[in-house]
């Protein structure tokens, strides 16, 4: 019997699985994200369930099908090995995304199979037809952390769900707490308040000691709070527990590196390298350290000119061996072309800029990222105070408060300010610092700007524009 495309169609929406959760391509880098989540396979056997579930997701976006049903049967081979007593309750996202993917195999009657066996559980497992389980707010969570930034305070409510049913759910506070701890580093940058993941990462590690990436993020966030000594025990004791983990090493290494101790770091990192050589991660964290090294060295009396070129080289290397991999990862393009310009190869810096600069994806704050490095670049490499203070101000005319923006303003302010003490501003100096002030909502500096500016150039219709709509705004 042929089955209604139509109504199967409207039947696979109502599952609750990848395929409905709103986890897009354009979100991630597929390549990336499979690699490493077969790593985590390798590494942590218990939650395979749900790596293997969103493998099959991501090979379905890869456009290999029976590749994701491979993964769905290891799926299902987990649950009949470690839950044999509850089978339905734990195939639910399994069998969603089974339904699915035969749907698009155009193998309508599987799908339906699929669906009707997870209906039928629903209708057995909870007396409500909308009644969700815990199990699937969680593993929704996860995936949607995998799935980039702008999901984390979505991931977060999902966990938060799947605890009102089981508060003392040490894998949902595992979760909870990582997203929040992630939520909460992304709105630093971005300038809003979120709340302190502090407690919920210390619940979690009390619920789930043996899990050292938690006891690590714990130790990061004490750090952050200027809790170095509380911080660094649990990295101590995370590090006799598990000395070659990669994921746990990676976050042990960003602690020392910001504390200072950058040999630490990079020999850390290095050991985590020896287990997956081909993270793109850790050749950035490299990178960074050694680029700390020849800050450091930079700031002393005569440092040895050998030791700074070797650490430019090396630090080019890691960074060169991450954008290699990974195209989308504007930060690290930036982070090399700011090294080459160390090392004076001006046009290789030049030639990443103006690659970035002619993207049309980027987001607000990786343009302002972006437009304050190449305005150091013109400023102290190219010595053009002039197209520094254009390029500072293309990401201050950018809304959105982030940390590159407020850096954009405080460099342009400083550099026309440096002008103006000097003796040497005209009146475009003076007229841009009252756009900038404009900009950021000081008016009344704004005003006395443009009047200075007036006093120097009396006809400047621009000028005479912005003071009177100044005036009549404030």
């Known amino acids: 019997s042929t089955i209604s495309k139509n109504s199967l169609k409207t039947s696979l929406l109502q599952l609750e699985c990848h395929f409905t959760w709103t986890l897009l391509k354009e979100d991630v880098d597929l390549d990336e994200l499979e690699e490493t989540i077969v790593n ?95 199990e699937l707010y969680a593993e929704q969570g996860w995936a949607l952390l995998r799935f980039g930034g702008k999901h984390f305070e979505k991931a977060k409510n999902c966990f938060e769900n799947a605890l009102k049913d089981e508060p003392d759910n040490s894998d949902f506070h595992a979760g909870y707490a990582t997203a929040f701890y992630r939520l909460e580093g992304l709105a630093c940058r971005y300038g809003e308040e979120t709340g302190s993941s502090i407690e919920a990462l210390k619940r979690a590690v009390e619920l789930n000691p043996r899990d050292t990436c938690l006891m690590a993020l714990l130790a990061l966030k004490l750090q952050d709070l200027q809790k170095i000594y509380e911080g660094e025990r649990y990295i101590e004791e995370a590090m006799q527990k598990t ?65 700074v070129e070797n650490l430019i080289q090396l630090a080019i290397f890691h960074f060169k061996m991450v954008t290699d991999q990974k195209t989308k990862f504007v930060g690290a393009h930036i982070d090399l072309a700011s090294m080459y310009a160390l090392g004076k190869r001006y046009e290789e810096a030049e030639m990443i800029f103006q690659e970035l600069l002619h993207r049309n994806n980027l987001s607000c704050g990786e343009k302002q990222e972006l437009y304050f490095n190449y305005g150091n670049f013109q400023r102290f490499d190219m010595k053009s105070e002039s197209e520094a203070i254009k390029y500072y101000i293309e990401g201050l005319k950018i809304e959105k408060y982030s940390c590159g923006r407020n850096k954009c303003s405080e460099a342009v302010q400083s550099l026309l300010r440096q002008k103006i003490e000097r003796g040497l501003g005209n009146a475009t100096d003076f007229g841009t610092l009252g756009f900038i002030h404009n900009l950021n909502g000081k008016k009344q500096e704004a005003i006395e700007c443009y009047e200075k500016a007036i006093a120097l150039d009396r006809n400047n219709e621009e000028y005479l524009t912005a003071l009177s709509e100044l005036r009549l705004s404030v």
Not at 75 to 81: L, N, R, S, T
Not at 100 to 127: F, G, N, P
Not at 258 to 273: P, Q, T, Y
């Open 40 to 134: 985590q396979i390798k590494f942590f056997t218990e939650t395979n369930l749900t790596n293997y579930n969103l493998l099959s997701y991501i090979c379905h976006l890869k456009n290999s099908n029976e590749e994701a049903l491979r993964n769905l049967q290891k799926a299902e081979e987990i649950v009949q090995k470690h839950h044999p007593d509850e089978i339905a309750r734990r195939s639910l996202v399994t069998w969603g995304n089974y339904a699915w993917i035969h749907y698009h195999m155009k193998q309508y009657e599987e799908a339906q199979t699929y669906v009707s066996r997870v209906e039928d559980s629903c209708k057995k497992l909870s007396s409500t037809a909308d009644w969700k389980l815990p």
């Open 243 to 307: 000395p070659d983990l990669p994921y746990f090493l990676r976050y042990a290494a960003k602690f020392y590196r910001r504390k200072g101790e950058l040999c630490k770091a990079v020999n850390i990192l290095k050991k985590a390298l020896e287990v997956t050589p081909n993270s793109a991660f850790l050749h950035h964290q490299i990178g960074i350290c050694y680029r700390g090294k020849v800050i450091k060295l930079k700031k002393t009396r005569n440092p040895p000119q050998d030791q």
